[in-house]
């Protein structure tokens, strides 16, 4: 099977507010997948219908071969679920919190081997309020592998953990993979899409503006790089996009921003036009694109609010 | 294992864990039952008697002999003016004249403070009065087994519970869970909704039932109150429950926060527990208020069970108000199933 989930014009739509509007996009088995989009574009929509927790206004999703239209409940038996929220029934420990959400799937699980497996052993006596945020989150992926699923759901898996955490996470989530899952995320951060993902979907405003494998994603703006610098005193914008392969020229009180389409050329530009018109630059910087940039460049917008 | 099952199991556990439920659902209604059938248990047993007649009177003092040897009956014995004065003291219940002349004509001065009291007394002091040829009719029950107030009491606490668990603890679980996404991760498993709830409705009335052994033995030990008829007790604890679990469902569909459980909760609760003769019966509230007040489930549930397990009743006496409840039942369910969903609907 070349997709092992295919979503075609997916959309869900409220009395007076489409949510997500009409997309489309296949995953591979074994694939990260990742949705990356600000607050509000629609990511968390879109999984929840996909995973059958709220009802597909038009389009469909299809996982292994099932239509979660058609058949919400079998699609329910093949993939596991990690929902934002990542709160559980506060009066049991972990383990048996394991082997209850077993048996609503009808399976006998070894909690203590699920707890073994995202590092959660020794914490099996546990309840979940008294985990760190970084320990629910790995709690709540332990629960979406009781039934083991050929696909895993995660939705934001990351927000609100320092980065440590999120780094454990990350190597939790290449752990699955590496067995054999299949994986669907969604993130706010551009940095975790990047390292995380094979192929990324660019989410805003509830559609789907662009996807692709990460560095795919990166070819696709002019832009390779970003040149950074403050200045204390004021300065005229205009003459640096004159600069050779200079893209755009941004000033944020004082700090100057140049995108750049060759950074030696425009360096060099800089440097030169520094000698005839002294800028007196400060704590100058260079940065690669990154996918903040790409989607900057796409919607006119930053990811992070 | 079956997830129905499960559900129902991991349910009675996180109940019996947690300790604050604990406490109001098995601790409060026993105690409660315990302090107020103690405080009122003396004035229950005795009714305060006082005889006016002449001690030389052998036939009259046989007769208050006899009575005196009456459990129920507390005799004293004094002049006219010192008994009917003690009556307008609320110290006397009832007080009787024996004439020397007319021993047949008894006067008979009735407390209208304690009317019940007053009447339970005089029929038990007919008693030594009759003629023997006088058939003797319900005075023959009532003497060898006064109404007490605990006898009251202990049904109506069992339905307060049975109303409380049902509404407060369903409707507490439920929002809570809803609130917290703990329900909606439960959805995003391939379990039906209906085997949520029921699992869930079948621990509380597993619940509900302990609960109620544990009262109806407290009680029959320490007060010796008698349940008789256990298969119209079981049923009537189930009926109950279904009123008051599909309440509880109501009130989770309402409910869009647990702190707004409390507030609809006891909208519907409270006057019931007022009003619905758990604690003291309806008899004197005004007629119109009675009216409505003798329909709510809790006070249908709570003389079902005094006059069909304390009194011993035949199902024809009662059918009527089994009649109402099962009436309730169907308008809670109705009310639970158009209210209550497990998911929002989008």
């Known amino acids: 099977m070349e997709h092992i989930i295919s979503v075609d014009q997916l959309t869900k739509r409220y009395k007076d507010l489409t949510a997500v509007d009409h997309i489309s996009f296949q995953v591979r088995p074994g694939e990260i997948f990742g949705i990356l989009g600000p607050n509000g574009a629609g990511k968390t929509t879109t999984l929840e219908m996909m995973e059958g927790l709220k009802v597909i206004t038009e389009g469909d999703a299809v996982i292994n071969g099932i239509s979660v239209k058609q058949h919400p409940r079998q699609v329910k038996h093949i993939i596991g679920v990690q929902l934002q929220s990542s709160s559980f029934y506060d009066l049991m420990n972990l383990k048996e919190l394991l082997e209850f959400f077993g048996s ?5 699980v070894d909690g203590m081997a699920l707890l073994t497996k995202v590092e959660l052993a020794d914490k099996w006596k546990s309840r979940a309020k008294e985990l760190s945020g970084g320990q629910r989150q790995r709690l709540s992926i332990a629960v979406a592998l009781v039934n083991d699923p050929l696909v895993i759901f995660l939705d934001e898996p990351t927000t609100g953990l320092d980065p440590q955490a999120r780094r454990h996470l990350w190597a939790l989530v290449r752990d699955i993979q590496k067995a054999g899952t299949t994986l669907i995320l969604t993130t706010h951060y551009m940095e975790e899409a990047e390292v995380l993902c094979d192929r990324i979907a660019i989410m805003d405003s509830a559609k789907i503006i662009a996807q692709d494998t990460p560095t795919g994603l990166l070819k696709l703006i002019e832009q390779k790089a970003t040149i950074k610098f403050q200045v204390k005193n004021h300065l005229d914008i205009a003459p640096l996009k004159q600069l050779a392969a200079a893209t755009d020229v941004n000033r944020m009180k004082d700090t100057i921003t140049i995108s750049t389409s060759h950074v030696q050329d425009t360096l060099k530009g800089l440097i030169e036009y520094d000698l005839t018109h002294p800028v007196h630059f400060t704590d100058l910087q260079v940065h690669e694109v990154n996918l903040e940039d790409v989607f900057l460049n796409l919607t006119g917008k930053t990811l992070r609010d | 294992m079956k997830p129905f099952l499960s559900i129902t199991l991991t349910t009675l556990k996180m109940l019996f864990r ?10 409060l209604p026993l105690c409660l039952m315990l302090i107020i059938g103690y405080v009122t ?3 229950d047993v005795s009714i ?7 001690h030389a009177n052998t036939n009259a003092q046989t007769i208050v ?3 005196s040897a009456v459990d129920a009956l507390e005799v004293t014995a004094d002049t006219k003016e010192l008994e009917t004065a003690a009556l307008q003291d609320n110290k006397r219940d009832l007080v009787i004249e024996i004439p020397n002349a007319t021993p047949n004509e008894i006067t008979v001065y009735e407390n209208p403070s304690n009317p019940s009291q007053s009447a339970i007394g005089k029929m038990i002091v007919q008693q030594f009065f009759q ?8 005075t023959e029950t009532i003497s060898s087994k006064p109404a007490r107030y605990i006898d009251f009491l202990v049904p109506g606490i069992i339905s307060m519970t049975i109303m409380q668990l049902g509404i407060f603890g369903t409707a507490f679980a439920i929002v809570d869970a809803k609130q917290k996404g703990v329900l909606k991760r439960v959805i995003a498993t391939p379990i039906r909704p209906w085997q949520y709830v029921l699992g869930n409705m079948l621990a509380r009335l597993i619940l509900s039932m302990t609960q109620a052994g544990i009262l109806i033995t407290v009680a029959w030990l320490v007060f010796d109150v008698h349940f008789n008829h256990w298969s119209w007790l079981l049923s009537l604890i189930v009926l109950g429950n279904i009123v008051f679990l599909s309440l509880g469902l109501f009130v989770s569909g309402l409910a869009k926060t647990v702190e707004s459980v409390p507030v609809l909760a006891n909208l519907i609760a409270f006057p019931m527990l007022l009003l619905g003769g758990i604690f003291f019966p309806t008899d004197s509230l005004p007629d119109w208020l009675k009216l409505v007040v003798e329909k709510l489930p809790i006070a249908v549930l709570a003389d079902l069970m005094r006059s069909t397990v304390t009194l011993d009743k035949g199902l024809s006496e009662v059918y009527v108000q089994l009649l109402i409840l099962i009436g309730w039942a169907v ?3 109705f009310l ?6 497990l998911q929002e609907r989008d």
């Not at chain 1, 609503?104 to 006998?108: E, P, Q, S, V």
């Not at chain 2, 300790?19 to 601790?27: G, H, I, P, V």
């Not at chain 2, 003629?131 to 319900?138: D, E, G, K, Q, Y």
Request: no cysteine.
């Open chain 2, 18 to 27: 947690n300790n604050q439920s604990l406490f109001f659902t098995w601790f």
């Open chain 2, 48 to 54: 305060r008697l006082g005889v006016v007649y002449d």
């Open chain 2, 65 to 67: 002999d006899a009575m």
């Open chain 2, 331 to 333: 308008v809670t369910l």
């Open chain 2, 131 to 138: 003629p023997p040829a006088t058939v003797t009719f319900i």
């Open chain 1, 104 to 108: 609503l799937y009808g399976r006998k």
């Open chain 2, 41 to 43: 248990r003396s004035n």
């Open chain 2, 336 to 341: 639970a199933n158009s209210f209550f969903r």
